[in-house]
Each structure stands twice: as C-alpha cells, then as structure tokens.
C-alpha cells in the first residue's frame, strides 16, 4: 500500500473530507486528491507530521514503516 492509499484510507475511517483534511494541515483539498492519488509524491516532512496528527496514526504507519495504523491518543468520547 503506498502513502497516499494509507492517507485516503485513513481518511475515510475517520469520516473526513479531503478539504477537512487539508485544511487540519494547511494544504488545499486538490493537494490532498494529489497525494492520494500518487501524484504528489514530494511531501514535505512537517506536512506528513501533521497529516498523522490529525488521523491519529504514526508517520511511520503512513510511511509504510510500521503495517498497523495504531491511534497516537486515546480519544474519550464525551457522554453529555
């Protein structure tokens, strides 16, 4: 699986737009569909930093360095 099919992946687990996505990290949406699609494969370290924030996985499970997507922070859903 490349990068940007763990990106897309990800992505559609949480149940997030690609604007949202990118603009969590401060890209465009059409830079998300790049990167999804293999189309962008310059992606620069703090932008993968901050994509993996905000997906809850390590760079390294985006990377392909790690073959789980284990949350970085529990989330505690509210009750209320």
């Known amino acids: ?3 940007g099919e763990r990106v897309h992946l990800i992505r559609r687990r949480k149940k997030m737009t690609q604007q949202a996505l990118g603009d969590a990290v401060g890209v465009t949406k059409a830079t998300i569909f790049r990167v999804e699609k293999g189309d962008f494969a310059d992606v620069k370290g703090q932008t993968i930093a ?6 809850n996985v ?7 360095l790690k073959p789980d997507p284990e949350p970085l922070y529990e989330i505690v859903e509210d009750e209320n």
């Open 1 to 3: 699986m490349t990068f």
């Open 50 to 55: 901050k994509m993996a924030k905000t997906l």
């Open 58 to 64: 390590s760079a390294d499970y985006l990377l392909g």
